[in-house]
């Protein structure tokens, strides 16, 4: 089964880091989410306690 996408479409753009404030991924990383293999999107997903910490950082 596949790695669902953290989308909560909000897609709010945070000029600084790039992240969106609400699923935490770049725009590149939300283009190319449905082509992307699980092992990526996992790593993407674990990340995301770093990715939270340079947004409120």
């Known amino acids: 089964m ?19 404030v609400a699923c935490l991924r770049t725009r590149e990383e939300c283009r190319e989410w449905k082509k992307m293999k699980d092992n990526r999107r996992h790593q993407i997903l674990n990340d995301r306690p770093r990715r939270e910490s340079k947004l409120s950082g």
Request: hydrophobic residues 25%; charged residues 25%; glycine residues 10%.
């Open 2 to 20: 596949s790695v669902k996408s953290p989308c909560i479409e909000i897609c709010k753009f945070e000029g600084k880091t790039g992240f969106c």
